[in-house]
T-cell receptor
Framework: GAGVSQTPSNKVTEKGKYVELRCDPISGHTALYWYRQSLGQGPEFLIYFQGTGAADDSGLPNDRFFAVRPEGSVSTLKIQRTERGDSAVYLC???????????FGPGTRLLVL | GQSLEQPSEVTAVEGAIVQINCTYQTSGFYGLSWYQQHDGGAPTFLSYNALDGLEETGRFSSFLSRSDSYGYLLLQELQMKDSASYFCAIRGNQGGKLIFGQGTELSVKP
């Protein structure tokens, strides 16, 4: 079956702009995760959804970052007033249940100029 | 807090066996996972240990010792395509989030 998909694959924006990153999880997976990965580092947790609700948003760096999953499937990560330090690969993962294996999408490479 | 340590780089020869170690510190623990990531690609799940001991999946095996807060990934019959970064990750006691190590870059030479 289809894996986790993310769009766009690449996004270049200017400092101060607003961006939205989309994640389509594996069909039927109730848990969805967002991570951020900088060059040469491991993925860093941002937020996790169980169904429609954010079960843990402790990894969001500040209030410029927000994520939604209104129907319990597709999720959108929203970044306001982007800064150069936001440049990274944003990874989405999903799992059938929170304690099960997480499967990652290919990521969105965000570059803030 | 939670943290993991793994070597930054490992080099091995095609056909050989290589072991990538991972030590962790955590206040809660629900298992140790291993992921492979090729340059520009998605992290791909390799193995998971919830209990102490060895888990074998083809050429890859993973080991966990909870008493030592230590695990390793063993890759046998190395192939050139195994050149990639390998991450250990723990799932703590707060839901499903994974905490990743910094990654080990494996280079397989002919």
């Amino acid at each position: 079956g289809a894996g986790v998909s993310q769009t766009p694959s690449n996004k270049v924006t200017e400092k101060g702009k607003y961006v939205e990153l989309r994640c389509d999880p594996i069909s039927g997976h109730t848990a969805l995760y967002w991570y951020r990965q900088s060059l040469g580092q491991g993925p860093e947790f941002l937020i996790y959804f169980q169904g429609t609700g954010a079960a843990d948003d402790s990894g969001l760096p500040n209030d410029r970052f927000f994520a939604v999953r209104p129907e319990g499937s597709v999720s959108t990560l929203k970044i306001q007033r982007t800064e150069r330090g936001d440049s990274a690969v944003y990874l989405c993962a999903s799992s059938s249940l929170p304690e099960e294996t997480q499967y990652f999408g290919p990521g969105t490479r965000l570059l803030v100029l | 807090g939670q943290s993991l340590e793994q070597p930054s780089e490992v080099t091995a020869v095609e056909g050989a066996i290589v072991q990538i170690n991972c030590t962790y510190q955590t206040s809660g623990f629900y298992g140790l996972s291993w992921y492979q990531q090729h340059d520009g690609g998605a992290p791909t799940f390799l193995s998971y240990n919830a209990l102490d001991g060895l888990e074998e999946t083809g050429r890859f095996s993973s080991f966990l010792s909870r008493s030592d807060s230590y695990g390793y990934l063993l890759l046998q019959e190395l192939q050139m395509k195994d050149s990639a970064s390998y991450f250990c990750a723990i799932r703590g006691n707060q839901g499903g989030k994974l905490i990743f190590g910094q990654g080990t870059e494996l280079s397989v030479k002919p």
